[in-house]
Antibody, heavy 117, light 112 residues
Framework: EVQLVETGGGLVQPGNSLKLSCATS????????MNWIRQTPGKRLEWLAQ??????????SYLESVKGRFTISRDDSKSSVYLQMNNLKEEDTAIYYC????????WGQGTLVTVSS | DIVLTQTPPTLSATIGQSVSISCRSS???????????LNWLIQRPGQPPQLLIY???RLESGVPNRFTGSGSGTDFTLKISGVEADDLGFYYC?????????FGPGTKLELK
């Protein structure tokens, strides 16, 4: 059974940082392209970042508006992907999902990030 | 960035009715490798999105064949042939041809 479990969300003040983790199982993580996507309170979905697999030199892509603030990384030995989020803003408030493959085959349940003073 | 527009925003249907959702892209989604990376997701209440159709028309494993994806270039359609209660929720098209990947605003399918 495929599982993706996001952790690390919570309430944080503007300007602070959070690191999200996504632990996976049930599929071949090492060859999967992994993504982070968020869903705003208005239900809009927004792609944030993708990290490709080793055969593609772990190539990384970002949404322009989060480049420089968010960093995606992966640990194939732990079948996990991460999202370091710095200088958080109130508009970053959302449910954050990790997904597997560039066609979003698998999704986690999401972790809620609330940025508020 | 690619803009995806979905119509209608809300769709009211009875059980057994066939319905269609349109997704239009601001640019062609045909990749140079010949694949159209247009995918459809369903989000049921309280659940994360779930893949229904990928690469324009390929049915994800376990998805009933009453769901059909079609289209080309910039115009795409998701058809549900005989709505069932489990089909209610939000439907999103999403393109993964061009970075940044982008999502449509969603179509809410509700019972009439």
């Amino acid at each position: 059974e495929v599982q993706l479990v996001e952790t690390g969300g919570g309430l944080v003040q503007p300007g602070n940082s959070l690191k999200l983790s996504c632990a996976t199982s049930g599929f071949t993580f090492s060859t999967a392209w992994m993504n982070w996507i968020r869903q705003t309170p208005g239900k809009r979905l927004e792609w944030l970042a993708q990290i490709e697999d080793k055969s593609n030199n772990y190539f990384i892509s970002y949404l322009e508006s989060v480049k420089g603030r968010f960093t995606i990384s992966r640990d194939d030995s732990k079948s996990s992907v991460y999202l370091q989020m710095n200088n958080l803003k109130e508009e970053d408030t959302a449910i954050y999902y990790c997904t597997a493959s560039s066609w979003f085959a698998y999704w986690g349940q999401g972790t809620l990030v609330t940025v508020s003073s | 960035d690619i803009v995806l527009t979905q119509t209608p925003p809300t769709l009211s249907a009875t059980i057994g009715q066939s319905v269609s959702i349109s997704c239009r892209s601001s640019q062609s989604l045909l990749h140079s490798n010949g694949i159209t990376y247009l995918n459809w997701l369903i989000q049921r209440p309280g659940q994360p999105p779930q893949l229904l159709i990928y690469f324009l028309s390929r049915l994800e494993s376990g998805v009933p064949n009453r769901f059909t994806g079609s289209g080309s270039g910039t115009d795409f359609t998701l058809k549900i042939s005989g709505v069932e209660a489990d089909d209610l929720g939000f439907y999103y098209c999403v393109q993964s041809t061009h970075i940044p990947y982008t999502f449509g605003p969603g179509t809410k399918l509700e019972l009439k």
